[in-house]
C-alpha cells in the first residue's frame, strides 16, 4: 500500500475572512487530485482511496472520483470524508456544535502536540436556520444544504467550543479516526 504526503492547501475559500488563510479554488484543486491520481492509475495502481476531514472537499473529492471512473472503469475509486465516518463514534466525546476550531479539532491538534494557545480559546459560532434548512451542519444529519461564509457566523473563525478540549480527549479521537481508517483499508485490500 502507497500513502501519499498529505496536500497542504486546500478548498477553504469559506474561511478566507480570516486572516492567514490560504485556499485553492475548488477547480483547481480538483485538477491536482485528478492529474496526481490519473498518474498513478496510468502506472498500474488497481485501487485508490482519497481520504479528507474537511468538509469543503467532499463534493470535490466526489467529482475526482466520477472523473477517475469515467477512464479507468476497472479500477476500484474510493473516496472518504473521514469525519462523516466516524461522527457517530465520536459525538459523545465532545462538546456540540462541531464545526471549525472546535472542541474535536482543537483536542486533536493538542494530542498531536500543535501549538495551541488555549488561554485565548473561546467558544463562538452560531447555528442559522432557513425555512428549515440548515446553514451549519452540526450533527451531520441535513439533506439539503447552504454553503456558508464562516465570518457570517463567528468573528473569531470558532464555530464551536475549544475551551473543553484536552489531550486525552484528542488521542481517543484519533484512535477512533486511525481504527475505522483501518477498517475502511482493510475492505478496500479484500476487494
Given at each position: 500500500m502507497l500513502v501519499l504526503p498529505t496536500l497542504p492547501y486546500g478548498?477553504?475559500?469559506?474561511?478566507?475572512?480570516?486572516?492567514?488563510?490560504?485556499?485553492?479554488?475548488?477547480?483547481?484543486?480538483?485538477?491536482?487530485?485528478l492529474t496526481l491520481c490519473q498518474q498513478l492509475l496510468s502506472q498500474?495502481?488497481?485501487?485508490?482511496?482519497?481520504i479528507s476531514w474537511h468538509?469543503?472537499?467532499?463534493?470535490?473529492?466526489?467529482?475526482v472520483a466520477y472523473e477517475l471512473k469515467k477512464t479507468f472503469h476497472d479500477r476500484y475509486i474510493f473516496y472518504v470524508p473521514i469525519i462523516d465516518s466516524v461522527f457517530d463514534k465520536i459525538k459523545d466525546l465532545v462538546a456540540e456544535p462541531v464545526y471549525h476550531a472546535d472542541d474535536l479539532e482543537t483536542s486533536i491538534m493538542l494530542a498531536l502536540n500543535q501549538r495551541v494557545i488555549m488561554s485565548k480559546a473561546l467558544?463562538?459560532?452560531?447555528?442559522?436556520v432557513l425555512n428549515g434548512y440548515t446553514y451549519l451542519d452540526f450533527k451531520k444529519t441535513a439533506r439539503v444544504k447552504i454553503p456558508v461564509n464562516?465570518?457570517?457566523?463567528?468573528?473569531?473563525?470558532?464555530?464551536?467550543?475549544?475551551?473543553?478540549?484536552?489531550?486525552?480527549?484528542?488521542?481517543?479521537?484519533?484512535?477512533?479516526?486511525?481504527?475505522?481508517?483501518?477498517?475502511?483499508?482493510?475492505?478496500?485490500?479484500n476487494i
Amino acid at each position: 500500500m502507497l500513502v501519499l504526503p498529505t496536500l497542504p492547501y486546500g478548498f477553504s475559500h469559506h474561511h478566507l475572512a480570516f486572516p492567514g488563510t490560504l485556499s485553492l479554488p475548488a477547480d483547481l484543486l480538483e485538477k491536482i487530485l485528478l492529474t496526481l491520481c490519473q498518474q498513478l492509475l496510468s502506472q498500474g495502481f488497481k485501487k485508490l482511496l482519497l481520504i479528507s476531514w474537511h468538509g469543503g472537499h467532499i463534493s470535490i473529492m466526489h467529482d475526482v472520483a466520477y472523473e477517475l471512473k469515467k477512464t479507468f472503469h476497472d479500477r476500484y475509486i474510493f473516496y472518504v470524508p473521514i469525519i462523516d465516518s466516524v461522527f457517530d463514534k465520536i459525538k459523545d466525546l465532545v462538546a456540540e456544535p462541531v464545526y471549525h476550531a472546535d472542541d474535536l479539532e482543537t483536542s486533536i491538534m493538542l494530542a498531536l502536540n500543535q501549538r495551541v494557545i488555549m488561554s485565548k480559546a473561546l467558544k463562538d459560532g452560531i447555528a442559522e436556520v432557513l425555512n428549515g434548512y440548515t446553514y451549519l451542519d452540526f450533527k451531520k444529519t441535513a439533506r439539503v444544504k447552504i454553503p456558508v461564509n464562516v465570518m457570517e457566523f463567528s468573528k473569531s473563525g470558532v464555530i464551536g467550543d475549544p475551551t473543553r478540549s484536552s489531550p486525552e480527549k484528542g488521542e481517543k479521537i484519533i484512535e477512533i479516526i486511525s481504527d475505522e481508517l483501518a477498517k475502511i483499508l482493510d475492505k478496500i485490500a479484500n476487494i
